[in-house]
């Protein structure tokens, strides 16, 4: 009996989880994929009318060399991630409890300010004659100024600024769960530094570094601000033509046809990456 | 310096301001079982950590078989470790657990196969290669962490705590089958635990720390019987420690006076002179508590304080007068005291052992 008024109590307890789910997740995903099978109106909204065109046009060569061109700063960013999120946040977990606590503080403390303000930030450091030119021609490295805003190299900064942190977070919480002496436990057994790392460290933190992939690689598709204020216009991501096609040109079912085409992309690549890693579970996620 | 598989030569170890070795020596020869007895904290792990290479000295050398492998990589030497916590790789199974150190070496497939069956064999797990760790119990894991730590056949096997985590039925089970797998291969263990009965029960040697030294090295009757400073005697032999001032000496036959409690006592040995203060450490069992004695009599007064029944022994706590506590005792289940009667502690001359000296 009193099991089942338990059990109750917890099925109510989640009830707003649900509602929450449903109307704030779900609906809009319905409602987006609704969309994208509609008619734009002549003057300005929208016309149930059931058409394939909105996909159609996706298939355009300029629409699909914008999907190439995100899926490919997306993976260069990913990558930077990794290369700099894993062994900080590796390390990080080694270190003692108060250098931990620390250095936690340090990578929250950005997060008090708004991201778009901090890429503000990195305008001033980027663009010619500002901080990063400043130094650079101080000390003689450089004599004309580098031009760094409004390039690729820029837009990736930006990304791999804004995301790193989640790599570092998400490793972090794997590799403080790594007992040490299985590092240990395969240097006795004849493992070199490196091979322990490979067959224990590295297999043990993957759901970290897996779930800190998600998190750089997904949001990396999307934030079309990034390449918006620091690519100027001429890098266009998926992000950004969506955004574009939403409040600029007023084509919401075309909108909705990318965002669902954006969405159907990386969920099957992260299916792929999940099944090629053959990580189960995800730190933190799943 | 020829003959001995591992020779430590004064080495010493500080974390920070902590000395934790203070200068250790200690050769041991192939095929021997010895055992570090201490209690926590007294440098025993770090000891096996130097000699797997997890650590190294700040002074002195580490030789196997005469040669110098103080500053070689752990993954170089010869030498495999059982860990206290097993450290078992969770995210393999128990094949690969157990076959590592051959795949780390490229060792062809079918061999590892068949070397790690062997193995799982000789720990009697035959079949239990697909298991995870997780699903073992503690001895099972126990086992696997040994065949591990085996097969890559071992010069020298070290093993830290390996049956901390047992309970006391199968901790006995799993000492003589380490003491059997000892024998059947012939590699020299090193042993660790903080367990004397442990010890005496296993060693070919036991090697006694404290406070990052060696107290006493030597096979477990001579620890237990002759042991050489008041902390072996009570550490291995929960031996009482006496203090008292040589008298006279007759022969071979030296008596005391008491330091702290008064009373006259005996014991054997050579080399005292009158005056000298001497500590003599008696086990219970060579002790008795005497009702019915003369002033005269040699022996330690006191009053009985306490009597309880422990393992088939009577255990009789004796307050002496100087107010330390002596505990005797005797088969059977009364002695025909009570708390409160005054006695003296009686031993045989030969029976009381001068330590500290």
């Known amino acids: 009996m009193k099991k089942k008024r338990k059990a109750r109590g917890g099925a109510l307890a989640v009830l707003p989880l649900y509602i929450f789910t449903l109307a704030f997740v779900a609906g809009p995903l319905v409602y987006m994929l609704a969309l994208s099978f509609m008619t734009r109106a002549e003057t300005w909204g929208v016309v149930p009318a059931f058409t394939l065109r909105n996909y159609q046009d996706i298939f355009q060569p300029v629409y699909l060399a914008t999907f190439w061109e995100s899926l490919k700063l997306a993976a260069v960013s990913t990558v930077l991630v990794i290369a700099i999120g894993y062994p900080f946040g590796y390390f990080m977990a080694k270190l003692t409890a108060k250098w931990k606590k620390r250095t936690m503080m340090l990578l929250m403390i950005p997060f008090w300010t708004s991201s778009l303000l901090r890429l503000y930030g990195w305008i001033i450091i980027f663009r010619a004659g500002g901080v990063l030119d400043s130094i650079l021609s101080s000390l003689h490295i450089t004599e004309e100024p580098l031009k760094l805003l409004y390039t690729y190299p820029a837009v990736v900064v930006g990304m791999v600024y804004a995301l790193v942190p989640f790599m570092i977070f998400s490793v972090y919480s794997s590799a403080e769960k790594l007992d040490f002496s299985l590092v240990e436990a395969a240097r006795d057994l004849g493992a070199t530094p490196f091979q322990a790392f490979r067959t224990v460290s590295l297999k043990l933190t993957l759901p970290g570094l897996l779930s800190g992939v998600i998190l750089t690689f997904v949001p990396s598709m999307g934030l079309f601000f990034i390449a918006d204020i620091l690519g100027g216009n001429k890098v266009v991501l998926v992000g950004n033509l969506i955004q574009e096609q939403l409040m600029k040109a007023h084509n919401w079912p075309f909108a909705a046809a990318l965002s669902v085409a954006l969405l159907l992309i990386t969920t099957l690549l992260l299916f792929l990456y999940r099944r090629l890693s053959g990580v189960k579970e995800l730190e933190g996620l799943v | ?357």
């Open chain 2, 1 to 357: 310096m020829d003959g001995y598989l591992l020779q430590l030569a004064d080495i010493e170890k500080s974390f920070g301001d902590t000395r934790v070795l203070k200068g250790i020596s200690l050769s041991v020869s192939q095929g021997e079982f010895i055992t570090l007895l201490g209690s926590s904290g007294c440098g025993k792990t770090t000891t096996l950590r130097i000699i797997a290479g997890l650590e190294s000295p700040d002074k002195g050398r580490v030789l196997l078989s005469g040669q110098d492998v103080t500053e070689l990589e752990p993954n170089r030497r010869d030498v495999n470790t059982v860990f206290q916590s097993y450290a078992l790789f969770p995210h393999m199974n128990v094949g690969a657990n157990v076959g590592y150190s051959l795949k780390i070496r490229k060792t062809p497939k079918e061999e590892i196969r068949r070397r790690v069956g062997e193995m799982l064999e000789l720990v009697q797990l035959s079949g239990f290669e697909k298991r995870m760790p997780g699903e073992l119990s503690g001895g099972q894991k126990q086992r696997v962490a040994i065949a591990r730590a085996l097969i890559n056949e071992p010069r020298l096997l070290l093993l830290d705590e390996p049956l901390g985590a047992l309970d006391l039925q199968l901790r006995r089970q799993m000492q003589q089958e380490l003491k059997r797998l000892q024998k059947k291969l012939g590699i020299t263990f090193i042993y660790i635990t903080h367990d004397q009965e442990e010890a005496l029960n296993m060693s070919d040697r036991i090697a006694v720390m404290k406070d990052g030294r060696f107290q006493q090295i030597g096979p477990p009757n001579e620890v237990y019987d002759a042991p050489k400073t008041s902390y072996v005697a009570r550490f291995v032999g929960a031996a009482n420690i006496v203090h008292g001032t040589v008298e006279k000496v007759e022969g071979d036959v030296v008596s005391f006076t008491g330091t702290q409690g008064g009373g006259r006592f005996l014991s054997r040995g050579h080399g005292f002179a009158p005056g000298q203060p001497v500590t003599l450490a008696l086990r219970g069992e060579q002790a008795q508590a005497v009702r019915e004695f003369d002033r005269q009599d040699e022996g330690l007064p006191g009053v009985v304080k306490e009597k309880s029944f422990s393992g088939g022994m009577l255990r009789i706590a004796v307050e002496l007068s100087g107010g330390e506590e002596f505990i005797c005792m005797r088969q059977g289940i009364d002695a025909g005291l009570a708390p409160g009667d005054p006695v003296k502690i009686q031993w045989e001359p030969a029976s009381a052992c001068p330590v500290d000296l």
